[in-house]
């Protein structure tokens, strides 16, 4: 059964960067797009970025826009989220999720995707 791991977060202070990293295991991932979600204590789960496979196209939650990059390694199937002076708010767990057939207007649904990592804690604190 296909798995996504994350890795990558901890605790940095206002301003910090951080690199998140998620990879899949347990056999092919099949899937068209990947993305990160985030989810705060007491919030709903949010959308963070995304990234298609076909072309590369990426896209950005405005919160995040011009601090936060998506990548990927088509060769080894992973996701990256290179994250830029970084505040307190994005403080949250980060999820890796990826889709077998993402449909365009639905890519920062959460519920359009079929597989999700189990997350990884970023905190950002002075």
């Known amino acids: 059964q296909v798995q996504l791991v994350e890795s990558g977060g901890g605790l940095v202070q206002p301003g910090d960067s951080l690199r998140l990293s998620c990879a899949s295991s347990?056999?092919?991932?099949?899937?068209?797009?990947m993305a990160w979600f985030r989810q705060a204590p007491g919030k709903e789960r949010e959308f963070v970025a995304a990234?298609?496979?076909?072309?590369?196209?990426?896209y950005y939650a405005d919160s995040v826009k011009g601090r936060f990059t998506i990548s990927r390694d088509n060769a080894k199937n992973t996701v990256a989220l290179s994250m830029n002076s970084l505040k307190p708010e994005d403080t949250a767990t980060y999820f890796c999720v990826a889709a077998r057939g993402i449909i365009l207007s639905q890519i920062r649904v959460a519920g359009s995707y079929d597989y999700w990592g189990q997350g990884t804690q970023v905190t950002v604190s002075s």
């Open positions: 990234i298609r496979w076909n072309g590369g196209y990426t």
């Open positions: 347990g056999g092919t991932l099949n899937s068209n797009a």
